[in-house]
């Protein structure tokens, strides 16, 4: 058995930013990360975003974090299948079993499939870098590729292979895509770009159940109409992964539970990253899936792991860019909500506010950047605003 003062479950963004904060107040506790991965901490985003449309934004140097430099010791490739929280141990699937004084659970979540498809060489659910060097195979092989999904990661992964040749069917079950995020006119200019550069678009569709054959994988739609492709990015979001610790009898709900110090049920034990509800001190109780509160909520729990004690007090922001076009959000961007729009250019620079009875909840900044204080400031705000103090409020 191998001890650790510090072991982190799962090696993603959360446990390189979790490394780093308890390193800020203990310089030799030892730190274990165990991770279902084969390759350490990398930068996720860079997945979908700068390696398709940089070239030259090299792994070494922009990707990989090189968490090493923390001194933390590896377990790649495996799984955390128990917790023992009363030997303070967990059990590996290799059946060896690893001491703690204090764990972090990051273990993320687990991506949403398609009926009759499991992943695959040809249907990635794109989580993981070995995904993005497959895809990018295909891509560079000028293949067909089919991307079922039309949010965050649908959307950016189709642009990104589009742009390096490969030809794009996007299957989304919005009639406009982008229309569950943006209003109207905003989604409508948003589609167009994926029109331009020669993406098909089957809207208003969902995959009715799908098949791997030699050569390629066929979606048979909602309609009996079919998409066949070399290959399918699934990018229907995630469940968040919290089986192991509910199975350690820890408090579940939307994610696990935690205190504002990212702590959860047990005194020992903390949470971060996407599978972390935890109270945020603007927008209430939630759990967030993007890499602002990766690096942020990690670095906390790093911190809180070595007895700093302090509240996670970041309400996190999110961002995408997609051909030309880029947003940095705060808050919830869904069309569920009233919109308040403020535009220098419309559909090109401005900013959209959404609101629930006259509530500020999420603010969108449409190519407006370093703005994101601006609106974390009008959601803190939000009681003493009436939509029409909005316009003008952030500005480019």
């Known amino acids: ?15 390189d930013a979790a490394a780093r904060g308890v390193r800020e107040l203990d310089a030799d506790g030892s730190i274990g990360i165990i991770s279902e991965d084969v390759d350490r901490p990398y930068a996720r985003p860079a ?65 949403r499939g398609l009926p009759g498809l499991s992943p695959s060489d040809r249907v990635l659910d794109y989580r993981s870098a070995t995904d993005y060097r497959r895809l990018r195979e295909l891509a ?40 569950r995020m943006f209003p109207e006119d905003l989604a409508r200019a948003f589609q167009q770009r994926f029109v331009d550069h020669g993406v098909e678009l089957r809207l208003g569709r969902r995959v009715d159940h799908g098949s791997e054959h030699e050569g390629g994988v066929t979606l048979t739609l909602d309609d009996g ?46 949470a971060a990253g996407d599978v972390a509800e935890y109270p945020d001190r603007i927008l209430g109780t939630r759990r967030v899936e993007h890499v602002d509160n990766a690096q942020q909520q990690g670095r906390q729990a790093g911190r809180n ?48 506010y959404y609101l629930d009875d006259d509530l500020v909840r999420g603010v969108l900044l449409w190519n407006v950047w370093d703005k994101t204080d601006e609106a974390r400031k009008v959601l803190a705000e939000a009681h003493a605003l009436t939509p029409d103090m909005l316009i003008g409020r952030i500005t480019p």
Do not use: C
Not at 63 to 84: C, K, N, R, S, Y
Not at 141 to 159: C, D, M
Not at 328 to 352: H, I, M
């Open 140 to 179: 560079d092989a000028g293949a067909h590729v089919a991307v079922v999904g039309g949010g965050y990661i649908g959307t950016e992964i189709a642009a990104g292979v589009v742009q390096n040749g490969a030809r794009v069917t996007l299957v989304d079950p919005d009639e406009v895509v982008g229309g």
């Open 305 to 352: 792991l070595a007895d700093a004690d302090e509240t996670y007090d970041h309400t996190p922001m999110f961002y995408s860019d997609v051909f030309d076009m880029g947003y940095e959000a705060v808050g919830q961007v869904t069309t569920k909500l009233r919109t308040v729009e403020d535009w220098q250019d419309p559909t090109v620079t401005g900013v959209v």
């Open 225 to 270: 109409s079919e998409v066949s492709a070399d290959a399918v990015v699934v990018g229907l979001g995630i469940e968040p992964a919290t089986r192991l610790a509910a199975d350690a009898g820890l408090t579940v709900r939307d994610g696990i539970v935690v205190s504002s110090t990212l702590l959860t049920d047990d005194d020992s034990v903390f």
């Open 1 to 15: 058995m191998t001890d650790f003062r510090y072991l982190v479950v799962g090696g993603g963004m959360v446990a």
């Open 47 to 111: 997945l979908s975003k700068k390696l398709w449309t940089d070239p030259d934004f090299s792994w070494d140097e922009k990707v990989d974090l090189h968490t090493e430099e923390t001194g933390a010791t590896f377990v790649l490739g495996t799984a955390v299948t128990a917790i023992d929280r009363a030997a303070k141990t967990v059990t590996t699937s290799d059946g060896h079993t690893h001491g703690y004084e204090r764990l972090l659970l990051a273990t993320g979540g687990t991506p």
